[in-house]
């Protein structure tokens, strides 16, 4: 390649590598700089090397958080990818109405997180809510429940959202990764006599195994970054029961004002998404090949 | 080579000028989503200058507003009209708004006082949540200007400046006052033949017949049992609860106690089940809709009383522990107009903001927030007939010598203490903790985290 034309390529590329280096990469460096210090965004900071990080390894209420984001991590995994490979299947096999039906998973993708999380409150609402109000005229009163409170229910109750926010999405990724299927393969597998559950689990899941894989990083972090829908449902509580990574950070950072230890959770949460998204990668490479 | 030189420059440079059209100007109206106001004739600087030198003879000023009343808030419906009556009088002032609806006001302004760029006045809670600000002379003590100014002196209720007091100085001037009312259905009371409760055993007789009747004897939500352990701990200390609450003295038995009629209360099947996942209106529509005969609460939520019950709810003192000792209401005021270091410096802001900050927690608006939105003021004025019913019944109650009076404890703990309380008063109800633990968890989190405005 020509000077002249690598000169020209670097002068394209430049702007671009400013603007992503000051927009993604500086912000970035900054978290991790401020999670060295204690500071309540006002006051001078004041230095502290790693004791935010020894604080956090000791702090319950980050655990509770951890396992509860890996609670909706598994929501994510086991409920919403499978039913969403589902759904791309069945409007992969052309079913009746099947562009209609593509439109109407699609929409909880475009509604606001706001507005998806009041939605869900008006559902799960203990005295006047949809879920319990139908249990009671149908008989099942019995099983009523507070969803955003009782322990066994609350992070159940307010993982659903984000399933069914993000469900049109993932259906739609997998489903272009199934339009990218080779016919002849399943052609095949059909003259050969492989019915369509055999199909679905012999050929066509280990095909888009890295299309899945997609689904899967991208399951990891909207689980590590999400704190929207917890805020409005439950703000984390009663008692941390539903405090997720996300919003431990938030509330420790904008409602505490304590920058630095809420900096030190979102380098932490950083680092661990990033260490399961690269073993997931790499296990659905090795899928792959 | 020339040629391919000559793009690239001419690339370059578009793709600067695209960068500078899309970027701010820099100045203070360069906030995205504020709405810049200014009177007619005065948009520009010249014009404003114009106005200014014929009329008043001031100085043209532009100040900066920033204020959570908008939006759905009971309190825009009064405050925002006020501001555009106080733009139309003012013409030497060009006010640019900011607003951040109910708490997002909090977020706002701790990133613009992070960013060393605060707004010249706004609204905010007390020196619990400002105690950084003040520390970090952000914001300007007002104490020598409020002693200097007659129109003043008389304005606000005893001890309207004691939440926004630090270190013995006053950072801002009183615009909300706020009191924990007890409202009770009279009629419901009436009808099930059962005795609106005077003492705390009436209460827990009357929740044990409201609750065989199938019905949630006080509507709760989180806040409510927060505001029930205050209003105990204020009969069982007194005025001496304070000195607690500041560290300055130490709690007892008594503490213990409170705690326990709270566990009483909840075992008894008072609150509504779930109430943690209530909000505060969402816990009112079960008094509104007559699932509840009791409701204890904000006095900002009296404007949300369903209309159809105005004759029959009254406003009464919270039940009393002993028959001969006193009843005690929550009041005092806990929001604030602050003016920032930077306006206070600048002499020609100093005096507008002044001017600005006295007129939002004056007697006029103030008495707009109570009969239009239905919200009390810290403002002394001859409350008429056409105060909002509810209101106008629990200021009733309030100044008719019945029922003593005390701030909201949370005013008078540091922010941390603060969290610590309301976690605390969570894992009570929620059985987390015994009224034991609570106790000692309580003071350990008043020893351990003190309230800086107290501190010498």
Known sequence: MKRQQRLLIATFTLPSLLLYAYFFLSPIGEVVYYSFFDWDAISPKAFIALDNFKELFADPVFYRSLLNTLHLLAFLVLLMIPVALLLAYLLYTEVRAFKFLRTVYFIPVIVSSVATALMFQFIYENYFGILNTLLRKIGLGEYTRVWLSDPATAMSAVSMPLVWGQLGLMMIILLAGLQGLSPEVLEAAEMDGANAFRKLTRIIIPMISGVIGLCLVLAITSAFKTFDFILILTQGGPLHRTEVTGSYMYSEGFNLMNYGYGSAIAVSIMGIAVVISVLVKQFSNRMDR | ?456
């Not at chain 2, 200058?49 to 043209?60: I, L, R």
């Not at chain 2, 007892?252 to 009629?261: F, P, Q, T």
């Not at chain 2, 930077?342 to 004056?362: I, S, T, V």
Request: charged share 25%; glycine share 8%; net charge negative.
């Open chain 2, 1 to 456: 080579m020339r040629k391919s030189t000559m793009k690239i420059g001419v690339m370059l440079a578009s793709a600067m000028l695209l960068l500078a059209a899309c970027s701010g100007n820099g100045n203070g109206n360069a906030n995205g989503g504020n709405s810049s106001a200014s009177p007619a004739g005065a948009s520009s600087p010249a014009a404003s200058s114009g106005t200014a030198q014929e009329g008043t003879a001031k100085q043209p000023v532009e100040l900066t507003l920033a204020h959570g009343w908008t939006g759905e808030v009971a309190m825009a419906a009064a405050f925002e009209p006020a501001i555009d009556r106080f733009i139309a009088s003012h013409d030497y002032i060009t006010l640019n708004v900011e607003t951040a609806p109910g708490n997002g006001i909090r977020e706002k302004i701790v990133t613009e006082m992070a960013a060393n760029d605060p707004p010249d006045v706004f609204l905010h809670w007390g020196a619990r949540d400002t105690a950084s600000y003040i520390a970090n002379e952000k914001v300007a003590d007002l104490t020598d200007l409020i002693a200097g100014d007659p129109e003043l002196e008389g304005r606000y209720i005893d001890n309207a400046y004691d939440s926004v007091t630090y270190k013995g100085r006053i950072y801002g001037l009183p615009i909300e006052a706020n009191m924990m009312n007890f409202l009770v259905n009279t009629k419901m009371f009436a009808d099930a033949g059962i005795k609106v409760p005077e003492t705390f055993d009436e209460l827990k007789e009357a929740v044990k017949a409201f609750k065989a009747k199938g019905l949630i004897p006080i509507a709760a939500n989180d806040g409510t049992t927060r505001a029930i352990l205050s209003n105990l701990n204020d009969q069982l200390y007194g005025e001496s609860v304070r000195d607690r609450l500041i560290g300055k003295e130490e709690y007892d038995e008594r503490l213990v106690e409170a705690a326990s009629h709270v566990r009483e209360l909840v075992e008894l099947g008072a609150f509504p089940e779930g109430m943690e996942t209530l909000g505060t209106l969402q816990a009112l529509e079960l008094f509104n809709t007559g699932m509840s005969p009791m409701y204890y609460q904000h006095s900002w939520t009296l404007g949300s009383v369903a209309e159809d019950l105005f004759d029959q709810v009254e406003v009464v003192p919270f039940p009393k522990l002993k028959p001969d000792g006193d009843a005690y209401m929550t009041s005092g005021v806990g929001y604030f107009v602050y003016i920032s270091e930077r306006a206070y410096e600048d002499e020609n802001k100093r005096e507008a903001a002044w001017e600005l900050a006295k007129y939002l927690a004056g007697t006029e608006v103030g008495k707009e927030l109570e009969v239009v939105s239905g919200n009390p003021s810290p403002v002394v004025w001859d409350r008429s007939s056409d105060m909002h019913p509810m209101l106008a019944k629990a200021f009733k109650l309030r100044d008719s010598g019945e029922v003593k009076t005390f701030p909201d404890h949370n005013d008078l703990l540091s922010a941390e203490a603060s969290k610590v309380y309301n976690d605390l008063k969570t894992r009570l109800y929620l059985n987390d903790i015994t009224p034991e633990q609570y106790a000692q968890l309580f003071e350990e989190g008043i020893k351990n985290n003190p309230n800086p405005a107290f501190e010498p």
